[in-house]
């Protein structure tokens, strides 16, 4: 199968260029950096190179911590930092720590074409590289192998859909992959025994990077701007919401008999804006537009999300309400803010566990019992005290990942 898939991605060379067209043309590529996915454009620096791919916004801003734990830790290094989304590449420079960020370079990470990824590895050069969450690429990870260029599964996510899947359909492929790779640091105790069972040789003790990110930041005059326009009226924050989700937060809403509240609209996809704006007559964050006394607002922005929590007396996150495994809890967490999610946490079933447990995060079933749960939090200052001691408790407790982290990585480093 690794051969096929060899000659199959060869061939779809020139398919995949003119597909990379289309996407520039719709805004999902960047139309002037798109020799970078054809493995052109490196600019190696002298000293040691660590290449980190993180495919998208969630995984990069979860690097952040460990990338400034590397080169904090080896002063020498530089970071090739590779993502997939032209979303990703525009939060990166906001969010990089201003004294480290002329050791980090970006480039749109190649796609699995062997020759496009010869080109990229040929000019990097890299000493090790990591891969965070699931980003496997056969033709990559073979010849970052055959280079004999060590590589580490960081965050290591492998859900029990893409463990069968994975065990049924290619067990070879499976094990060619995890068995070349040089170490893999789960996020969890499930993911450590799937990838060990399909063939990892070396597996690090759980832990999840992205439980010790740092807290969302937020603009300090955004905050102070919303804040005013808000004034004293009880907020709830509907975080990363997908379709089928925002009629029942409205429900939920209608039905709390919580006086005066807002509920802010941040859908997961900020192009549903107008289509939330139309289902429920609000204002729209995109268009400059502040709350106002109506009871919903829309947050379809990029990179806002830290503004909201600090603002929000209770979050739901979405994804959870609808069959799509929930989105992930821990931003809203850092930021101490009580948390609630639906039944459909599967995505992040060992987190969102260890939340309940902790009381940092309260399930709901439906529409109904989120329309309780927000009464009772935005109703009861003790119970919210509570969720939020909790929440600040759970995040603080992972500080040491990073650290740890980076240790093992610079381990993989020739000396």
Same mark, same amino acid.
């Given at each position: 199968?690794?051969?096929?898939?060899?000659?199959?991605?060869?061939?779809?060379?020139?398919?995949?260029?003119?597909?990379? !067209? /289309? !996407?520039?043309?719709?805004?999902?590529?960047?139309?002037?950096?798109?020799? *970078? /996915?054809?493995?052109?454009?490196?600019?190696?620096?002298?000293?040691?190179?660590?290449?980190?791919?993180?495919? @998208?916004?969630?995984?990069?801003?979860?690097?952040?911590?460990?990338?400034?734990?590397?080169?904090? $830790?080896?002063?020498?290094?530089?970071?090739?930092?590779?993502?997939?989304?032209?979303?990703? &590449?525009?939060?990166?420079?906001?969010?990089?720590?201003?004294?480290?960020?002329?050791?980090?370079?970006?480039?749109?990470?190649?796609?699995?074409?062997?020759?496009?990824?010869?080109?990229?590895?040929?000019?990097? =050069?890299?000493?090790?590289?990591?891969?965070?969450?699931?980003?496997?690429?056969?033709?990559? %990870?073979?010849?970052?192998? $055959?280079?004999?260029?060590?590589?580490?599964?960081?965050?290591?996510?492998?859900?029990?859909?893409?463990?069968?899947?994975?065990?049924?359909?290619?067990?070879?492929?499976?094990? =060619?992959? %995890?068995?070349?790779?040089?170490?893999?640091?789960?996020?969890?105790?499930?993911?450590?025994? /799937?990838?060990?069972?399909?063939?990892?040789?070396?597996?690090?003790?759980?832990?999840?990077?992205?439980? @010790?990110? &740092?807290?969302?930041?937020?603009?300090?005059?955004?905050?102070?701007?919303?804040?005013?326009?808000?004034?004293?009226?009880?907020?709830?924050?509907?975080?990363?919401?997908?379709?089928?989700?925002?009629?029942?937060?409205?429900?939920?809403?209608?039905?709390?008999?919580?006086?005066?509240?807002?509920?802010?609209?941040?859908?997961?996809?900020?192009?549903?804006?107008? *289509?939330?704006?139309? %289902?429920?007559?609000?204002?729209? $964050?995109?268009?400059?537009?502040?709350?106002?006394?109506?009871?919903?607002?829309?947050?379809?922005?990029?990179?806002?999300?830290?503004?909201?929590?600090?603002?929000?007396?209770?979050?739901?996150?979405?994804?959870?309400?609808?069959?799509?495994?929930?989105?992930?809890?821990?931003?809203?967490?850092?930021? @101490?803010?009580?948390?609630?999610?639906?039944?459909?946490?599967?995505?992040?079933?060992?987190?969102?566990?260890?939340?309940?447990?902790?009381?940092?995060? !309260?399930?709901?079933?439906?529409?109904?019992?989120?329309?309780?749960?927000?009464?009772?939090?935005?109703?009861?200052?003790?119970?919210?005290?509570?969720?939020?001691?909790?929440?600040?408790?759970?995040?603080?407790?992972?500080?040491?990942?990073?650290?740890?982290? &980076?240790?093992?990585?610079?381990?993989?480093?020739?000396?």
């Amino acid at each position: 199968m690794s051969t096929l898939w060899h000659g199959l991605a060869a061939i779809a060379a020139p398919a995949l260029r003119l597909h990379l !067209r /289309r !996407r520039a043309r719709r805004g999902k590529e960047d139309p002037s950096r798109l020799a *970078e /996915r054809e493995g052109y454009g490196a600019a190696r620096p002298e000293g040691r190179v660590f290449w980190l791919h993180a495919a @998208s916004v969630g995984e990069s801003l979860s690097v952040l911590p460990l990338l400034e734990a590397l080169l904090t $830790r080896d002063p020498c290094l530089s970071v090739l930092l590779t993502t997939g989304t032209v979303t990703s &590449a525009t939060l990166l420079p906001k969010r990089l720590p201003e004294a480290l960020a002329h050791r980090v370079h970006h480039r749109y990470a190649p796609l699995d074409v062997p020759g496009w990824v010869e080109r990229f590895l040929d000019g990097w =050069r890299p000493d090790a590289a990591g891969f965070v969450e699931s980003e496997l690429w056969p033709n990559t %990870l073979s010849e970052l192998v $055959r280079r004999g260029i060590p590589v580490a599964l960081i965050n290591a996510r492998l859900s029990a859909r893409s463990f069968e899947r994975w065990r049924r359909w290619a067990p070879g492929l499976a094990g =060619r992959l %995890l068995g070349g790779l040089s170490l893999v640091l789960p996020r969890s105790a499930e993911d450590a025994e /799937r990838v060990s069972a399909l063939g990892a040789r070396r597996v690090a003790a759980p832990a999840d990077l992205k439980q @010790s990110a &740092a807290p969302l930041p937020a603009d300090p005059d955004a905050l102070a701007e919303l804040r005013a326009a808000i004034g004293a009226r009880p907020m709830l924050l509907a975080a990363s919401t997908h379709p089928g989700e925002e009629e029942q937060v409205a429900a939920a809403h209608r039905a709390s008999g919580v006086p005066g509240l807002l509920t802010i609209l941040a859908p997961r996809h900020p192009e549903r804006g107008a *289509e939330l704006a139309g %289902l429920t007559g609000a204002r729209k $964050r995109s268009e400059g537009a502040l709350p106002d006394g109506g009871p919903f607002y829309v947050a379809d922005t990029i990179g806002e999300l830290g503004v909201f929590y600090r603002l929000a007396g209770v979050s739901f996150i979405g994804g959870s309400l609808i069959p799509h495994g929930g989105q992930n809890p821990l931003e809203a967490v850092r930021l @101490s803010c009580p948390v609630l999610m639906g039944p459909h946490r599967q995505n992040f079933t060992e987190q969102t566990e260890a939340l309940i447990a902790a009381g940092a995060l !309260r399930p709901v079933a439906d529409a109904a019992a989120l329309a309780e749960a927000v009464h009772d939090v935005l109703t009861n200052p003790a119970s919210a005290d509570a969720m939020r001691r909790a929440a600040g408790g759970f995040a603080d407790a992972a500080a040491h990942v990073p650290a740890r982290m &980076a240790e093992e990585l610079l381990g993989l480093m020739p000396g």
